[in-house]
């Protein structure tokens, strides 16, 4: 016999496995610290070559009056800027990739929570099912023992 909550549980399941569940169950096995460090590094890594190829459209763009810059001797003044940019750049983007990974983080889990508690419901369902299947092959037994024994 056919059980339409289970059948309604498991496709749901389902689909969420499909579709939201592809990133998020991989994700979910990982502390949230763990989860957001590599988030981090990754970031820092992307963050680091967008800004190597600004610089090189900057210097690009601005290769005369950096030519005379650095002719009269007004390197350092140079390198001090992109460094103090770059410092600035790279702790904000983290500060901001910190932020937006925890908040993907807290709503990964909310999502699995959901999720869990699905597989919870459809567990106790099966396990249901097996107990009257075994309570029926109890009772089948005991029957097939009555009309032996009346016999």
């Known amino acids: 016999m056919l059980?339409?909550?289970k059948i309604i549980l498991m496709t749901k399941l389902a689909l969420y496995e499909q579709g939201e569940g592809k990133k998020n169950i991989p994700a979910g096995k990982y502390y949230k610290s763990d989860y957001i460090g590599?988030?981090?590094l990754g970031s820092f890594v992307y963050i680091n070559i967008a800004f190597i190829i600004l610089c090189a459209i900057w210097i690009v763009q601005n290769s005369e009056p950096l030519l005379k810059k650095i002719t009269t001797g007004k390197v350092f003044?140079?390198?001090?800027y992109v460094v103090v940019v770059y410092i600035i750049t790279v702790v904000l983007y983290?500060?901001?990739?910190?932020v937006y990974y925890a908040y993907k983080y807290k709503k990964i889990r909310r999502s699995l929570k959901g999720y869990h508690s699905n597989l919870k419901r459809l567990q106790k369902i099966q396990d249901?099912?097996?107990d009257n299947m075994l309570t029926d092959t109890e009772l089948n037994i005991q029957l097939d023992n009555e009309k032996q024994?009346?016999?």
């Open 3 to 5: 059980n339409n909550e």
């Open 38 to 40: 590599m988030r981090l």
């Open 77 to 80: 003044g140079i390198i001090f």
């Open 94 to 98: 983290m500060i901001v990739s910190y």
């Open 128 to 130: 249901e099912e097996i």
């Open 149 to 151: 024994e009346a016999e």
